[in-house]
T-cell receptor, first 111, second 114 residues
Framework: LAKTTQPISMDSYEGQEVNITCSHNNIATNDYITWYQQFPSQGPRFIIQGYKTKVTNEVASLFIPADRKSSTLSLPRVSLSDTAVYYCLVVIMDSNYQLIWGAGTKLIIKP | DGGITQSPKYLFRKEGQNVTLSCEQNLNHDAMYWYRQDPGQGLRLIYYSQIVNDFQKGDIAEGYSVSREKKESFPLTVTSAQKNPTAFYLC?????????????FGPGTRLTVL
């Protein structure tokens, strides 16, 4: 069964690029990787989703190497408002419905 | 404004009492979900519904019940059978019930059982 592992916390500074890596060793061929952002006392918000190689949208990039055992969420030029918890999850495509949520990475951006 | 509303934001109940958490959406989404979040952990799926009058158990359904009588509403009842009900409860919806459909979350209800 797929399981995601991500760092508990990370620090960075305003204007820097932040990369958060997630390990998912048992990911199946058809499974997808998704990232959500959560602020305190709020529900998570979708950031990006991908299957392989690289996906980019207006807020982030997602890099997935060929072996797909890990993935990296890249946040360009972070600001203080990017301080949040970031969740990596595996979307299991072979079952009726299953999302495997990681425990989250608490990202703190300093001025 | 379109969105998902959950009420109340904070809820306190005595042990042994059933309590119902409200979730309403005006996004015209077919699918709705209930999650539980405990400190320092990811989300765990309690129940989900892909269409009105139908719902399925998630990973931790024991001690919970739901109904889906209207497309817009998906209330969750935390029963006295739930051993450790104190948690942050999140409701979400998506356009369809597909695994890849983006889920939109409400603001959550923090339940404390005394």
């Amino acid at each position: 069964l797929a399981k995601t592992t991500q760092p508990i916390s990370m620090d960075s500074y305003e204007g820097q690029e932040v990369n958060i890596t997630c390990s998912h060793n048992n990911i199946a061929t058809n499974d997808y990787i998704t990232w959500y952002q959560q602020f305190p006392s709020q529900g998570p918000r979708f950031i990006i989703q991908g299957y392989k190689t690289k996906v980019t949208n207006e807020v982030a990039s997602l890099f997935i190497p060929a072996d797909r055992k890990s993935s990296t969420l890249s946040l360009p030029r972070v600001s203080l408002s990017d301080t949040a918890v970031y969740y990596c999850l595996v979307v299991i495509m072979d079952s009726n419905y299953q999302l495997i949520w990681g425990a989250g990475t608490k990202l703190i951006i300093k001025p | 404004d379109g969105g998902i509303t959950q009420s109340p934001k904070y809820l306190f109940r005595k042990e042994g009492q059933n309590v119902t958490l409200s979730c309403e959406q005006n996004l015209n989404h077919d699918a709705m979900y209930w999650y539980r979040q405990d400190p320092g952990q990811g989300l765990r799926l309690i129940y989900y519904s892909q269409i009105v009058n139908d719902f399925q158990k998630g990973d931790i359904a024991e001690g919970y019940s739901v109904s889906r009588e209207k497309k817009e509403s998906f209330p969750l009842t935390v029963t006295s059978a739930q051993k450790n009900p104190t948690a942050f409860y999140l409701c979400a919806s998506s356009v369809g019930g597909g695994a890849l459909d983006t889920q939109y979350f409400g603001p959550g209800t923090r339940l404390t059982v005394l």
